[in-house]
RNA sequence: UAUGGGUAGUGUGCAGUCGCUUUGUUUUCAAAGAGGAAAGUCUGAGCUCGAGUAGAAAGUGGUAACGGAUAACAUCCGUCGAGGGUAACCUUAGGGAAAGUGCAACAGAAACAAACCGCCUUAUGGUAAGGGUGAAAAGGUGAGGUAAGAGCUUACCGGGCACUUAAAUAGUGCCGCAAUAUGCAAACCCUAUCACGAGUAAGAUCAAAUAGAGGUUAAAACUAUUUCUACAGUUGACCUGGGUUGAUCGCUAGAAUUAGCUAGUAAUAGCUAGUCUAGAUAAAUGACUGCAAUUUAUUUAAAUACAGAACUCAGCUUACAGCUACCCAUUACAG
RNA sequence: GGUUUCGUAGUGUAACGGAUAGCACAAAUGACUUCGGAUCAUUUAGUCAGGGUUCGAAUCCUUGCGGAACCG
């Protein structure tokens, strides 16, 4: 399966208002609990900073194997988060990528 | 060998593990899955809609040597002209200045007006030799001629007109050349020719949602930008506001592509045989590992050009590390 | 998916195809002052990048880069 995303732009606003903020080198993390939710949603954002569309094409997916990779997945529950994306995600080795992102997830509980 | 010019190609390769999209069989297997520019959106078409058809005019925009290719084009091929280069070759928006309007700074006597200075004669005329500036000044040079001069005459060069050539060009003939005299049309413009507008978020169907919402107008309004004409048509026309934002189709077998043959200088066209080759929707085509290749530093590290389909084709433009093949020019060096 | 438009010193702006590209603020140096401000004098720095048309281009044409607005 793919990745349950996020569509709208109220909800990212949404997310960054009220979520809680997490920093790393690679990306800044904002995580919100919604009761309503089954499983989790996830929104990326690549910006025109990170570069032209190869760029910001190979950023997302990187960090997308990262999410569906970790250990983690299956425990997370009505859960609602966002990444942006620092221009330091293309050149990371992929295992310090992951770690962060585990660490992130990890953050709310 | 070196330097340069042209044409064409390639765009890291192989294997493994875990995933994503589509299709097929059928519930865990198989097949396929970014480019030469997918980019810019600069042209031309297909396709779809805009509530009928035909004709004319205006306006707006594109194009501009000649012949051919093409579905079409601002593209391509061949030829000519102009410019650059020792050359191979490259560049070229290349109609009209006697339809009209406008502009030509500074300098210069003068910027399109034959005036001024001058020269000669003589007392009213003849002149365009000289007046050197400038991007540009009533064809140029030599000889004759004259009062002084002048295409006034002549030789060569330049130019105009007519005819021939498929056409540009070229050739031949005629004309002393104020042949209706300079430059700018990438200034307005004129001539010829082409073009209706909007774009797959076009548009179609199903489902859901509101609400038979409000206002203006009345024999008037509308019917492929605008105006006019003819026939035909509708009963409404115009404006404002509100609701929905799901699914399916459109969507990929095509002016497709690979190989060969034939015609043509070529662009290209025709024939025969084979192939099926992405179709997503906030958007799949990925991550990691091993071996090999290239480059850089240097012996284990790093990097591997430009760049990511969004309806589809034909071009153009721009970006592009490295590598490969063929042809040509120059003759610097070596044999 | 389309259409239009803009780019001039650090900043805000002028400029008919012909000026050495003008003006204001800012900056720098000096003078004045015990010091600073104000004032006075002087200086620095610019046509977004490439190509073309023209005798001559900031201006006209074209290709690219970057920004802005509008329509759907």
Known sequence: MRLPTLKKSSEFSQIRNKGHYFKSTYFNGYILHDADLDSFLVGIIASKKL???VERNRAKRRTREAIRTSS???TLNQVKFVLILKKTVLKVPFIDLKQDIEKFISYEK
């Open 72 to 74: 983690l997945i299956n």
């Open 51 to 53: 570069g032209n569309a």
